[in-house]
C-alpha cells in the first residue's frame, strides 16, 4: 500500500503534453512509416499520403478551431496551460518541420527508390523532344479545353477558390487582344481533371512513367496566354476551416440546415496557404490579402502542393512485389455451418475482430434479419457506412416488406455529410424511420438491434463494435464487434434507442456504459476501484487502448492510481496528454503507440478487480468530446472465452510488439521500440499469422 502524495496538484500544467503538439507527433509518426526500408515501397508511398492528407485535417480542424477561439474571446488555454497563441505558433513551427521532412522523404527516399524500380515522375528532370512534344499535344486536347484561365483586372476579379484545391499563378508581361497590360493570371484546376497522368509507352524512357497535372499547368502556362510573356508560375492551394457550426435553435430541419453549411464550407475561412517556393513576393502578397492571411500561415513547398495526389499511382501500378501480400479475411467456424444466424448467436455471444476476420458475418445476420417473417424490427446507428452498402440496401428491403426499420444516422460524421444525407433520403424512401441523432451530441455509438418473435416471445440480439459498419474500412481499420442474445446487454441498447428516438429522460443502464450520462463516471469508478485495491495491498492493474487520450479528469485519475501503486498501460495511437515516467506522479504508466499496415481503431478497456478482471470495447476515446459531448457506447465482453480472446489479441499482443512500437516519453517524445535480444514481435504480423492458420 502506498499513500497518495498529498503536496501532488494532478491538475497542475506541467503534467499536461499539449494535445495539437501530440496529434502533430503522430503524423511525424506516420510519416516514419514511410521512410521504413522494411516496409514494402509502394506501402511507404502510401504512409507518405496519408501524412500529408493527416496534415490537411489538421489544418482544416485544429488549427482552424483555435484561430476561431482566439477571435472570438473563448481563448482559454488546455490543461497544459500553453497560451492559444503560443500553440498556434508552436503548430506552425513542427508543422514546418514536418512539411519539410515529407518533401525530403519524396526528394531523397521515395522517387530514386521508385525510380530503381521503373516508377519514373517526371516533373524536375530533362525531358525528351519526344516526351516534350507529346506533353505539349496532351496539354492542348485533353487540358486546354476544360481550363478557364483568368487574367486579373477591375473586370476580373480574383476568383473564388476552392478548399484544397490546386492553382497556378502566372505573372505576365505584353498586351492581349483588347490591349490590355499583363499583370496576374489564375488557373484553376478543374477537379474533373487526373492529378497524376501516365506517359504512354511510346514516350516513357521507364516501365511507369508518370508526370504531375501541376508541371503540365506551369510547363505550358505559354499555351494558355498566347502571344503574353510569361515571367513565372507558382502553385498554390488554400486550406479552409471545416468545422460545421450548427446551434440547436436554428435547426428545425437539420439536414437541411446541414445542407446549405455543406455548399458554403468549401469558401469558408482560409487557414492556410501553401506555395511553391518559386512564388514571387508580388503574387505571394495578392494571395495573402485575397485569402486575409499573414506571411505566419504561408507554407513553401519544395514540390508539388499535394503530395497526396501521389497516392493515385498505388493503383495505377500493377506491382503487387511493391505492396503488402494479400490476405482473405477469415470467417470464423460458427459461421460457416449451415445453420441461421439466429440459431448461431443463440448458441452463445460471438466475435469478430476485423480486419483478421471478416465482415461478412455482420452482412449477413442484417440479410436474413431483412427476409425472416419473424423479425418484427431492425434498428442501427450509422456514422460512416459508404453509400454503396449491402447494409442500405437490407434496411431497405428490410422496411418495405413491413418490418419496423430505425436507422440513426449521424450527418455530422465529418467529411461524410453529404454522403449521409444521401444514404437518409434513400432509406426514407424505402419506409425506414430515419432519425438525425441529437443535436449538439454526435451519435458516435454503433449498435444493431433486432427484434425478433420466437415461440411466441419476443427475443433481441444485438451487434456492437468499435468500428463503423462500413465495408471498405472493415479491412483497413483493426475493431472488434460482438454479437449477442444477451437479455441484459440488448435490453440496454434497447433503451439507448429509445433515448435517440424520443424526447423522454436519461434511463440507468444495467450493463452497458453511455455517454454522455455513465460512461465518463463509470470508467471514473472502475480506476477508484483499483486504486482501492491497491490501497489494500492487493494487485491492481489497468490496460486501455485508444485512438486517443485528452480528457483532463481521466488523466488525473490515472496519475492518482499510479501514485496508489497500480500498474497502468495504456495502448495510444495519436495524441496523448498524459506524461508517464514522471517521479512521484506516472512513473508506473507506460504509453505505446502501435503503426503499421492497419490503422489501429479498437477501443478495448481492462480493468484487474483483485483477480475478476472486466474487459469492455467501445466506441468511445477517452476525449472529452467522447466521454461528455457524444453518444456513445460501452460494452462489456461478459463470456470467459472471449474475454480472454479480446486481452489476449488486442492488449497483451500489443504490448508485446517490439517492431512496430513507438514509447512515449514524459517530454512528449516517442523512440521507436526494439527487439534488443528479444525475439521480434509484431502484433498485426502475428494476428495476420494466426488468423490465416
Known amino acids: 500500500m502506498e499513500p497518495e502524495p498529498a503536496s501532488v496538484d494532478f491538475r497542475a500544467a506541467n503534467l499536461y503534453l499539449n494535445h495539437e503538439l501530440s496529434a502533430l507527433e503522430f503524423n511525424a509518426r506516420v510519416l516514419a512509416q514511410a521512410r521504413n526500408a522494411t516496409v514494402p515501397l509502394l506501402e511507404r508511398l502510401h504512409f507518405l499520403c496519408i501524412s500529408v492528407r493527416n496534415l490537411d485535417e489538421f489544418f482544416e480542424v485544429r488549427v482552424a478551431s483555435l484561430r476561431h477561439w482566439i477571435a472570438y474571446g473563448d481563448a482559454r488555454p488546455g490543461p497544459d496551460g500553453m497560451p492559444l497563441a503560443g500553440v498556434l505558433a508552436r503548430v506552425r513551427e513542427n508543422a514546418t518541420r514536418l512539411m519539410h521532412a515529407q518533401y525530403e522523404t519524396w526528394h531523397d527516399e521515395l522517387r530514386p527508390a521508385l525510380a530503381r524500380e521503373g516508377i519514373v515522375f517526371i516533373d524536375g528532370a530533362p525531358w525528351s523532344p519526344a516526351q516534350t512534344r507529346w506533353a505539349r499535344t496532351h496539354f492542348e486536347r485533353e487540358i486546354l479545353p476544360v481550363l478557364s484561365p483568368l487574367g486579373l483586372n477591375s473586370a476580373h476579379p480574383f476568383p473564388r477558390i476552392l478548399n484544397k484545391s490546386l492553382n497556378v499563378a502566372v505573372v505576365l508581361d505584353g498586351e492581349d487582344a483588347f490591349g490590355r497590360e499583363g499583370h496576374v493570371a489564375v488557373v484553376r484546376a478543374p477537379?474533373?481533371?487526373?492529378?497524376?497522368?501516365?506517359?504512354?509507352?511510346?514516350?516513357?524512357?521507364?516501365?511507369?512513367?508518370?508526370?504531375?497535372?501541376?508541371?503540365l499547368l506551369e510547363r505550358f502556362?505559354?499555351?494558355?496566354?498566347?502571344?503574353?510573356?510569361?515571367?513565372?508560375?507558382?502553385?498554390?492551394?488554400?486550406?479552409?476551416?471545416?468545422?460545421?457550426?450548427?446551434?440547436?435553435?436554428?435547426?428545425?430541419?437539420?439536414?437541411?440546415?446541414?445542407?446549405?453549411?455543406?455548399?458554403?464550407?468549401?469558401?469558408?475561412?482560409?487557414?492556410?496557404?501553401?506555395?511553391?517556393?518559386?512564388?514571387?513576393?508580388?503574387?505571394?502578397?495578392?494571395?495573402?490579402?485575397?485569402?486575409?492571411?499573414?506571411?505566419?500561415?504561408?507554407?513553401?513547398?519544395?514540390g508539388p502542393v499535394n503530395l497526396h495526389r501521389a497516392s493515385a499511382v498505388y493503383d495505377m501500378v500493377d506491382r503487387p512485389d511493391l505492396k503488402y501480400p494479400p490476405f482473405v479475411p477469415a470467417v470464423p467456424r460458427a459461421f460457416t455451418a449451415d445453420a441461421g444466424m439466429f440459431d448461431t448467436i443463440s448458441q452463445g455471444d460471438l466475435l469478430?475482430?476485423?480486419?483478421?476476420?471478416?465482415?461478412?458475418?455482420?452482412?449477413?445476420?442484417?440479410?436474413q434479419a431483412s427476409t425472416d417473417a419473424d423479425v418484427l424490427a431492425i434498428r442501427q446507428t450509422l456514422y460512416r457506412v459508404g453509400e454503396d452498402s449491402p447494409l442500405v440496401g437490407y434496411l431497405a428491403e428490410a422496411a418495405r416488406s413491413g418490418k419496423e426499420v430505425t436507422a440513426v444516422i449521424e450527418l455530422r460524421a465529418r467529411f461524410d455529410e453529404e454522403a449521409n444525407i444521401r444514404l437518409a433520403d434513400r432509406?426514407?424512401?424505402?419506409?425506414?424511420?430515419?432519425?438525425?441523432?441529437?443535436?449538439?451530441?454526435?451519435?458516435?455509438?454503433?449498435?444493431?438491434?433486432?427484434?425478433?418473435?420466437?415461440?411466441?416471445?419476443?427475443?433481441?440480439?444485438?451487434?456492437?463494435?468499435?468500428?463503423?459498419?462500413?465495408?471498405?474500412?472493415?479491412?483497413?481499420?483493426?475493431?472488434?464487434?460482438?454479437m449477442t442474445r444477451d437479455p441484459g446487454i440488448c435490453a440496454d441498447v434497447g433503451r439507448i434507442f429509445q433515448q435517440l428516438c424520443s424526447l423522454g429522460p436519461a434511463v440507468e443502464l444495467e450493463h452497458v456504459l453511455q455517454s454522455p450520462f455513465s460512461l465518463h463516471r463509470g470508467l471514473l469508478g472502475l480506476v477508484e476501484r483499483e486504486i482501492t485495491h491497491a490501497r489494500a495491498g492487493k494487485p491492481a492493474r489497468i490496460i486501455a487502448r485508444m485512438n486517443a487520450l485528452n480528457e483532463p479528469s481521466m488523466v488525473a485519475a490515472l496519475y492518482r492510481a499510479s501514485c496508489a501503486g497500480v500498474e497502468i498501460d495504456l495502448i495510444v495511437r495519436g495524441a496523448?496528454?498524459?506524461?508517464?515516467?514522471?517521479?512521484?506522479?506516472?512513473?508506473?504508466?507506460?504509453?505505446?503507440?502501435?503503426?503499421?499496415?492497419?490503422?489501429?481503431?479498437?477501443?478495448?478497456?481492462?480493468?484487474?478487480?483483485?483477480?475478476?478482471?472486466?474487459?469492455?470495447?467501445?466506441?468511445?476515446?477517452?476525449?472529452?468530446?467522447?466521454?461528455?459531448?457524444?453518444?456513445?457506447?460501452?460494452?462489456?465482453?461478459?463470456?470467459?472465452?472471449?474475454?480472454?480472446?479480446?486481452f489476449r489479441e488486442t492488449l497483451q499482443n500489443y504490448l508485446d510488439d517490439n517492431v512496430q512500437a513507438w514509447l512515449l516519453d514524459a517530454d512528449g517524445r516517442y523512440r521507436r521500440a526494439t527487439p534488443g535480444d528479444a525475439p521480434a514481435h509484431s502484433a498485426q504480423d502475428w494476428l495476420l499469422e494466426q488468423y490465416k492458420a
Open 191 to 215: 477537379r474533373s481533371l487526373p492529378r497524376v497522368i501516365r506517359l504512354p509507352p511510346e514516350v516513357a524512357d521507364a516501365p511507369h512513367q508518370f508526370v504531375f497535372l501541376s508541371t
Open 221 to 302: 502556362a505559354d499555351v494558355m496566354f498566347p502571344g503574353m510573356t510569361i515571367r513565372g508560375a507558382c502553385q498554390f492551394r488554400v486550406t479552409r476551416d471545416s468545422e460545421l457550426e450548427l446551434e440547436e435553435g436554428d435547426t428545425e430541419n437539420l439536414a437541411r440546415v446541414l445542407s446549405m453549411e455543406l455548399r458554403e464550407r468549401a469558401y469558408a475561412d482560409a487557414v492556410r496557404l501553401e506555395l511553391g517556393e518559386g512564388c514571387t513576393p508580388e503574387v505571394r502578397q495578392m494571395l495573402l490579402v485575397n485569402f486575409g492571411l499573414t506571411d505566419a500561415d504561408v507554407y513553401l513547398c519544395s
Open 352 to 367: 469478430l475482430h476485423h480486419p483478421f476476420e471478416s465482415f461478412t458475418p455482420v452482412l449477413e445476420l442484417l440479410r
Open 427 to 482: 432509406l426514407q424512401e424505402a419506409g425506414v424511420q430515419v432519425v438525425y441523432g441529437v443535436v449538439g451530441y454526435k451519435t458516435h455509438a454503433k449498435m444493431l438491434l433486432i427484434v425478433r418473435r420466437e415461440r411466441g416471445v419476443l427475443c433481441r440480439y444485438a451487434h456492437l463494435s468499435t468500428g463503423n459498419y462500413h465495408l471498405a474500412t472493415s479491412r483497413l481499420y483493426t475493431d472488434i464487434g460482438l
Open 576 to 646: 496523448c496528454i498524459l506524461r508517464p515516467g514522471l517521479p512521484g506522479v506516472s512513473e508506473r504508466i507506460r504509453v505505446r503507440s502501435v503503426l503499421g499496415r492497419f490503422l489501429e481503431h479498437s477501443r478495448v478497456y481492462w480493468f484487474a478487480n483483485d483477480g475478476h478482471a472486466e474487459i469492455y470495447g467501445s466506441s468511445a476515446d477517452w476525449m472529452e468530446r467522447n466521454l461528455l459531448r457524444r453518444v456513445e457506447a460501452c460494452f462489456p465482453i461478459r463470456d470467459p472465452r472471449l474475454a480472454a480472446r479480446v
